[in-house]
């Protein structure tokens, strides 16, 4: 459970080692020229693929708003049961459009990312409500988007084809856009 000793523990254990990785320049991909951020729930039935074709575009995914949805802030209250149920009761799907746009936006710029991915998610349409609305302003403030219809669970949601040509025409264009000093 959130906050606990062992929870803790774990998670610092692994920012021990994304951080070890990170100096011993050790990336998710041996040449990272595009970082993109994903929002909503992976296509696990694809994740394998999805991942494989990334990589082959030496592009990244180097973060996702799903984990940060769930709450925004520590567990400040002073039990864990408060603290948890003052996390629940500010989940971002919750805050308008504007306040998931502007935490988009400020994901994507400490993380370098290139552009962002809506995932437009059939089975879970409250986090996919809006996307492109948030998209829109996002694009518009500089910052590429596109959208991505799909399911996390239903294959039957899952076209492949266009996934693949609409994902490799975005990464082309924003492969033109990033800094070639950053390609490792």
Not at 23 to 47: C, K
Not at 89 to 105: P, S
Not at 120 to 148: D, T, W
Request: with cysteine; charged share 30%; hydrophobic share 40%.
């Amino acid at each position: 459970m959130r906050g606990t000793p062992e929870a803790v523990e774990f998670y610092r254990g692994l920012r021990d080692e994304i951080r070890d990785r990170v100096q011993g320049g050790e990336g998710a991909v041996t040449r990272e020229t595009v970082r993109l951020l994903w929002d909503n729930l992976p296509v696990w039935h694809q994740l394998r693929s999805v991942s494989d074709f990334l990589a082959d575009r030496e592009t990244v995914l180097v973060g996702a708003t799903y984990t940060h949805a769930w709450t925004e802030r520590a567990l400040e209250s002073p039990t864990i049961t408060e603290s948890v149920a003052d996390a629940y009761a500010r989940v971002w799907l919750n805050m308008g459009l504007r306040h998931r746009e502007k935490v988009i936006r400020r994901m994507a710029a400490f993380l370098s990312a290139d552009g962002v991915i809506f995932h437009a998610n059939r089975s879970c349409k409250p986090y996919s409500f809006g996307q492109g609305e948030i998209a829109a302003r996002l694009h518009s403030g500089g910052v590429p988007c596109m959208l991505l219809d799909g399911d996390m669970a239903d294959e039957r949601d899952f076209a492949e084809g266009a996934w693949r040509t609409r994902l490799e025409a975005f990464i082309e264009r924003l492969g033109s856009r990033t800094d070639p000093g950053r390609a490792k």
